[in-house]
């Protein structure tokens, strides 16, 4: 257990790099984004690619990403029911109040914590593909619905299958199910890159923490984090045991349920709504608790 807790303090420290770098300004106010891209379009698709080579493309279908799949969706559902009968929320609020309760951060946290604490990328690569592939496309269309807007649909759906983290993820998927591997020196290059995708994303993860919430968002914003850090994982756990998920593969659903709201809600939020602080919101304070939640998480599963 203690060797699994251990995991998560390369992850804290790193982001508190971050952090510290923001507060500073020692890397200037570009570092976010310059890191950022370098991170999503660079080093972690190299990382995922060279990963999933190795890996058997059966282990990304099991019980334990339906237990996910069933904790997210009744996370999301109550989120919009909460959105809609509490806060009075029109249908585009509601759907991203609810999405920022229930989408977790798979890349910049989502895969540190997979290969330092779970020490097995596999689930979080099912999680990556599931999201995008699945999630986003049914939200923007609920979106599109509820503002009324038509003509911008079918790009922001075929969005997903442009994320070169998704991208490179079912490349390797397809290139272990056939069982061919690149020559290594192509490989060793790759690898190199790959790297650095986990340092980089935790130092991006702090930098994205030096901003203060609105103070007239907290209510709502409290609401939807409680959601995400508490329900999200109470939800998948209770479907783990209906399903008789045990073992590695309970914890791994459960700590990626425990995961915080992901960046990439703030970023699809802003293409609709003008005011997305929200969303901006929690995904600060949500990462903020993650580093309590999630280790607690871990703490008692792994008893």
Known sequence: MSGVLAGFVPIWVLTAVGFAAARSDVLGDRAETVLGRFSIYLAMPALLFTTL????????AHRGLLAFVIGTAVTATIGMLVEWRVFRRPLPDRVFGAMAGSYVNSGNLGIP???????DSSFIVAVLLFQPLVMVPLVLAAVEVGSGERGALRTLVL???????????????????LGWRPPELMLKPLEALGAAAVPTALVVLGLSLNVAPRRENLAEAGVVVAL???????VTFLACLALDVQGPLRLAAVVCSALPTAQNVYVLARQYRPDAALTRDSVLLSTALSMVTLSAVVLLLSR
């Open 53 to 60: 080579l190795g890996t058997d493309p059966a282990r990304l």
């Open 228 to 234: 995400k850090t508490l329900l999200h994982p109470l």
């Open 113 to 119: 914590v997979a290969v330092g604490v779970l020490g």
């Open 159 to 177: 969005l997903p299958v442009r994320n070169p983290i998704v991208l490179a993820s079912l490349l390797g998927v397809v290139l272990a199910a």
